[in-house]
T-cell receptor
Framework: AQTVTQSQPEMSVQEAETVTLSCTYD???????LFWYKQPPSRQMILVIR??????QNATENRFSVNFQKAAKSFSLKISDSQLGDAAMYFC???????????????FGQGTILTVHP | GAGVSQTPSNKVTEKGKYVELRCDPI?????LYWYRQSLGQGPEFLIY????????DSGLPNDRFFAVRPEGSVSTLKIQRTERGDSAVYLC???????????????????FGPGTRLTVL
């Protein structure tokens, strides 16, 4: 079974600064996706960024970028120019792409609460 | 053009009672997922539907939990004889289909609803 670990329960950053959230995962599969989701107090889970494991290039999405280290099974999220609206719980998630009946389901980490100080 | 909707938004019930939680996916999405999120934790997979059938129910914790999707659209998660440990936020997500081919320009994102917060007293 796959596991996802976020070792930082809480992080804080000053507005306009950069912060990095850490995530490691364990899998024996070679084909998979990794994601970062944002969950504000409204509970709505919002996709921030995704990474296909077969792609070597790190994904970027505006102020959000990832550092994907496949051999180390590490997948960190960097938020640049942090804004007050970035404050939320952030979840790292894994999704198998190996086929079978379990493909599609997401395995989440425990989450990191991000606080942005003005 | 609405997103995934879930009703009720909040549900308070007494231990031992039966509850139903409803999920309305985005129109046309064939894949539907239920997750449970306990306080301060990440969501945990419960069950996945492809069309009307449950393709993977390995995450259901026990036989008190059951889910249906009779017409391939709306899904209902049913919990019998509720226990205090069932208290959590129940999230539903839908996606256009369960899988796309590698390299496809179409990405199969899961869109989440706002969840139902279930409190068992």
């Amino acid at each position: 079974a796959q596991t996802v670990t976020q070792s930082q329960p809480e992080m804080s950053v000053q507005e306009a600064e950069t912060v990095t959230l850490s995530c490691t995962y364990d899998t024996s599969e070679s084909d998979y996706y990794l994601f970062w989701y944002k969950q504000p107090p409204s509970r709505q889970m919002i996709l921030v960024i995704r990474q296909e494991a077969y792609k070597q290039q790190n994904a970027t999405e505006n102020r959000f970028s990832v550092n994907f280290q496949k051999a180390a099974k590490s997948f960190s999220l960097k938020i640049s120019d942090s804004q007050l609206g970035d404050a939320a719980m952030y979840f790292c998630a894994y999704r198998s792409d190996a086929g079978g009946t379990s493909y599609g389901k997401l395995t989440f980490g425990q989450g990191t609460i991000l606080t942005v100080h003005p | 053009g609405a997103g995934v909707s879930q009703t009720p938004s909040n549900k308070v019930t007494e231990k031992g009672k039966y509850v139903e939680l409803r999920c309305d996916p985005i129109s046309g999405h064939t894949a539907l997922y239920w997750y449970r999120q306990s306080l301060g934790q990440g969501p945990e997979f419960l069950i996945y539907f492809q069309g009307t059938g449950a393709a993977d129910d390995s995450g259901l914790p026990n036989d008190r939990f059951f889910a249906v999707r009779p017409e391939g659209s709306v899904s209902t998660l049913k919990i019998q004889r509720t226990e205090r440990g069932d208290s959590a936020v129940y999230l539903c997500a839908s996606s256009p289909r369960s899988r796309v081919e590698r390299g496809s320009p179409v990405y199969n994102e899961q869109f989440f609803g706002p969840g139902t917060r279930l409190t068992v007293l």
